[in-house]
């Protein structure tokens, strides 16, 4: 069974910074790409950034520049680097893993950008 945590989250000033993670456990070896996907309130959940098997990384037009997606492979953890955050990106953040046609989910960690 594949298990997602994430960290990271907290309440940041605009323009600060916060690094989330999410580690990820069972059998993965088989992924097709994990991202990271955010709900605001009374929206419906958006894509932020994915990564591929191979590497290749896709973000939302509205964080290019600003966020960046890796993983490291060792210990199996996905990050996402956001930097100049603003208000708009305060949401719930979500991990996701794909495998064929099996999605899984972590329990979102909250981002809030406020002054």
């Known amino acids: 069974q594949v298990q997602l945590v994430e960290s990271g989250g907290g309440t940041v000033q605009p323009g600060g910074s916060l690094r989330l993670s999410c580690v990820a456990s069972g059998n993965i070896f088989r992924l097709n790409f994990m991202g990271w996907y955010r709900q605001a309130p009374g929206q419906q959940r958006e894509r932020v950034a994915l990564i591929f098997s191979g590497g290749i990384t896709n973000y939302v037009d509205s964080v290019k520049g600003r966020f960046a997606i890796s993983r490291d492979t060792t210990n199996n953890t996905l990050y996402l680097q956001m930097n100049s955050l603003k208000p708009e990106d305060t949401a719930i953040y979500y991990c996701?893993?794909?495998?064929?046609?099996?999605?899984?989910w972590g329990q979102g960690t909250q981002v809030t950008v406020s002054s």
């Open positions: 996701r893993l794909q495998i064929n046609s099996e999605a899984y």
